[in-house]
């Protein structure tokens, strides 16, 4: 949004953006090939931090961002969404990211839980090499997830001292009316845009879509079952 406003030659500054300058900050990332979803990232981002504003700093409503979402595509003609690519991968967990946003990475990758699900964990859920998912989308994602075993011994040291209730991955903390998942996805966003991977076609929940790839492969090697697959990465067989 800043360099939106750069690029009108608008001041940088909350007062400024009123409904036109949403508008056209809408108009700006259509026309810039961004996602549907990634675009709406972007802009349930923007509303929640105005929300933020209109409360503690008594700004004057109306929310500017209210109402402006990413227009719905033509059935057929949305790009698909895909797994990273294994160089991508290779960039983006070398790129320094915040360990919270390493941590997350890694366990979705390796784990194939939902973004949701993973931030909603708690030092309890992880018990006997297994991660315990109480409640979900779906009756199917509730579920024990395997912790690799290549993974174990770090988990037990990462959660060693911890109080039971504190989440799993503790540093993310979000405001009242935001979720720890709409925050690691906005690091997400700036930090895969820092690294200059700006495909429309990946997001972090891409990285579930790497493992389920990874097991299907192992499937067709006959090594395991798909509908064990299904069971770990939480959807009905």
């Known amino acids: 949004l800043r360099k939106h406003l750069q690029r009108e030659h608008k001041e940088e500054c909350i007062e400024v953006v009123d409904a036109t300058v949403a508008i056209a900050f809408r108009k700006h990332l259509i026309a810039t090939g961004v996602h549907r979803k990634t675009g709406d990232s972007y802009l349930s981002a923007l509303r929640s931090r105005w929300t933020n504003w209109i409360n503690e700093l008594e700004i004057d409503p109306p929310n500017p961002w209210s109402g402006i979402v990413m227009p719905k595509p033509t059935r057929g003609t949305e790009p698909s969404r895909r797994p990273w690519e294994s160089d991508e991968l290779v960039v983006l967990f070398n790129g320094n990211p915040e360990q919270s946003l390493f941590d997350t990475m890694a366990l979705l990758l390796v784990t194939g839980m939902r973004r949701g699900e993973l931030l909603s964990a708690q030092v309890k859920s992880y018990r006997d090499g297994w991660l315990w998912i109480g409640e979900g989308k779906t009756a199917a994602a509730v579920r024990r997830v395997p912790v690799p075993q290549f993974l174990k011994v770090k988990m037990k040291k990462f959660l060693a001292g911890r109080d039971p209730d504190d989440f ?7 405001a009242e009316n935001q979720n720890r998942g709409n ?8 930090y895969r845009q820092r690294l200059g991977l700006n495909s429309s076609t990946t997001t972090l929940h891409s990285l579930r879509h790497c493992f389920q790839l990874w097991q299907m492969r ?20």
């Open 183 to 190: 925050l690691i996805g906005q690091k997400f966003l700036r």
């Open 218 to 237: 192992r499937i067709n090697a006959i090594t395991c079952k798909q509908s064990l697959v299904m069971v770990v990465v939480g959807k009905s067989r």
């Open 168 to 174: 799993l991955i503790p540093e993310i903390s979000a």
